[in-house]
């Protein structure tokens, strides 16, 4: 029994890779996921999947971010910038599509990369994701935070300044923002169908404030407002020194306001509010049939997502002049601008709700690929041990919901706003080079969707994501070397030794000496 096993594994192109640069074949990854231990309980279906992609991409982006862009850099053609970005994700999520209906394991980029370039890749994607994600979530919840008190202090509750995060040269606590992560973190232990759930509810309460902007929106428009819609060409300085994106250091490349180029700007900006929807591939290994839903549930919330958000920047370009938008709430103050301060209010109640689905998903994806990197023994195995009610890999979401939630409660939102969103993009990078590698390496694995035109459609995933990147500031750079340095070390500390794929093969290569 054991030889046949072993012919299977040889013939399925088990065994590819050495030292570090060793793969764990798909076939391995799927049957880690039937250890009683180990296996997460599926229970996510299409609708869950694209759920969780709307609550997790529809957030600040779509509050702050559209008012912004359209008065500093693309004017009412902020609409197209939007557009171009969508473009730039749907590269990205093709390759996703393939790679999770291929691979339903959790742990996304990092579990792709396993199966196609190696353990050290991977590690140093899973090593960035988890650092990204658990950020992001701090982040959320500081902003949350902030809009509640802003709701509290209008109904006349002013909460006292110790429990309102710290200030500048003062200690304090962020009372709200803490409570957030501790309340989400122990509704993802529950169970992930209570987090649908709950996601529903939350996600269907921020959509239908979106379309109450849109459809009560559309009402103010005056035509004029629209003129120019591509405003005429300004210089920008793009900054100095490590503020300066890095193509600007190293091609003398000034990036330019408004104007044809300003939407390519604005592209670059705005493509961070798309920034979410690859965490449905976390969730592959809930969900009852990950081939067919996960490509749905990505495609699917890529594709409302955008339209949402071209809908909300044609309207609010529409409803004031885009050089009087307001850079801290747009939508709000432009309801406000035309003497609706009742709609205002409804749209700052949309986004606490809305930041709180954006919070729960961003837990929810670091802690699969925690756990993802604890199973494969890269990061210590006490962590993938899931629940035996709730199915649900508890240890690694409580102990990154508490190291959340003192982050998110003793630092400030200027800290945590320096998140490096390098990471996602070099995810991009690495996933949409997998895929072309998988397909020569391992033809022969079914594949319930195919990314089309091949390679040509991951290759221009991989230039479109480095072209933003080098759009990032060099600071950013700086910081995502530093922390991937760390990375190796600890690596090649702990992880290489401790890796059940090096185990397993040093294993069988006793047993055939």
């Known amino acids: 029994m054991s030889g046949t096993s072993g012919e299977t594994a040889r013939g399925s192109g088990g065994g590819r890779g050495k030292g570090v640069l060793r793969t764990k074949t798909i076939e391995q990854s799927i049957q880690d996921t039937e250890e009683p231990e180990h296996a997460l309980r599926k229970s996510l279906s299409a609708l869950d999947l694209t759920v969780f992609g709307v609550g997790v991409v529809i957030g600040t982006g779509i509050f702050v971010l559209t008012g912004k862009i359209a008065k500093e850099t693309?004017?009412?053609?902020?609409?197209?910038?939007?557009?171009?970005?969508?473009?730039?994700?749907?590269?990205?999520?093709?390759?996703?599509?393939?790679?999770a209906s291929t691979v339903p394991v959790a742990g996304s980029a990092y579990t792709f990369s396993y199966a196609s370039l190696g353990e050290l890749p991977a590690w140093i994607i899973g090593w960035d994701l988890v650092l990204e994600l658990a950020?992001?979530?701090?982040?959320?919840?500081?902003?949350?935070?902030?809009?509640?008190?802003?709701?509290?202090?209008?109904?006349?509750?002013?909460?006292?300044?110790?429990?309102?995060?710290?200030?500048?040269?003062?200690?304090?606590?962020?009372?709200?923002?803490?409570?957030?992560?501790?309340?989400?973190?122990?509704?993802?232990?529950?169970?992930?169908?209570?987090?649908?759930?709950?996601?529903?509810?939350?996600?269907?309460?921020?959509?239908?404030?979106?379309?109450?902007?849109?459809?009560?929106?559309?009402?103010?428009i005056k035509g004029g407002n629209y003129k120019p819609f591509v405003p005429p060409t300004e210089p920008s300085s793009g900054g100095d020194g490590l503020a300066a994106p890095?193509?600007?250091?190293?091609?003398?490349?000034?990036?330019?306001?408004?104007g044809v180029m300003g939407i390519f700007s604005a592209a670059a900006v705005v493509f961070f509010a798309f920034i979410g929807f690859d965490i449905v591939a976390t969730a592959a290994e809930e969900t009852h049939n990950p081939q067919r839903d996960v490509p749905r549930g990505i495609l699917g919330s890529l594709a409302i997502c955008t339209v949402l958000y071209v809908a909300v920047s044609v309207v609010v370009t529409?409803?004031?002049?885009?050089?009087?938008?307001?850079?801290?709430?747009p939508l709000a103050d432009a309801f406000k601008a035309v003497g609706h301060p009742f709609w205002a209010g409804l749209i700052s109640f949309g986004a606490v709700v809305g930041l709180t689905s954006v919070c729960m998903i961003l837990l929810l994806g670091q802690s699969r690929v925690f756990f993802a990197m604890s199973r494969d023994g890269l990061l210590p195995t006490v962590f993938s041990r899931v629940h035996p009610?709730?199915?649900?890999?508890?240890?690694?979401?409580?102990?990154?919901?508490?190291?959340?939630?003192?982050?998110?409660?003793?630092?400030?939102?200027?800290?945590?706003?320096?998140?490096?969103?390098?990471?996602?993009?070099?995810?991009?990078?690495?996933?949409?080079?997998?895929v072309i590698i998988l397909r020569r390496t391992r033809p022969d694995v079914p594949r319930s969707f195919r990314t089309p035109l091949v390679p040509l459609v991951?290759?221009?995933?991989?230039?479109?994501?480095?072209?933003?990147?080098?759009?990032?500031?060099?600071?950013?750079?700086?910081r995502f070397g530093v922390w991937m340095v760390l990375g190796f070390v600890v690596y090649f500390v702990y992880g290489q030794r401790h890796s059940r794929v090096r185990a397993e093969r040093k294993g069988n290569g006793s047993r055939a000496a």
């Open 74 to 99: 693309a004017g009412p053609a902020v609409a197209l910038a939007f557009v171009a970005a969508g473009l730039v994700c749907a590269l990205a999520a093709l390759c996703y599509a393939e790679f």
């Open 318 to 329: 529409g409803m004031q002049k885009y050089s009087s938008l307001t850079v801290d709430a």
């Open 389 to 434: 009610r709730f199915g649900t890999p508890y240890r690694s979401t409580i102990a990154l919901g508490l190291v959340v939630a003192v982050v998110a409660g003793f630092t400030s939102i200027d800290v945590l706003a320096e998140l490096v969103n390098i990471g996602t993009l070099f995810a991009f990078v690495v996933v949409a080079l997998g």
């Open 135 to 220: 950020l992001g979530c701090a982040v959320v919840a500081v902003g949350w935070s902030g809009y509640v008190r802003s709701l509290l202090d209008t109904a006349g509750w002013q909460v006292p300044d110790a429990l309102s995060g710290p200030k500048s040269g003062h200690f304090g606590f962020d009372l709200f923002a803490c409570l957030l992560v501790l309340l989400l973190t122990a509704i993802l232990v529950v169970g992930m169908k209570l987090s649908s759930r709950v996601t529903s509810i939350v996600v269907g309460v921020k959509v239908a404030v979106v379309l109450v902007v849109v459809i009560v929106g559309s009402f103010f």
């Open 458 to 478: 991951p290759v221009l995933s991989v230039l479109a994501s480095l072209w933003l990147m080098l759009n990032l500031p060099a600071e950013t750079w700086l």
């Open 246 to 258: 890095l193509a600007q250091l190293m091609f003398g490349f000034t990036p330019s306001n408004f």
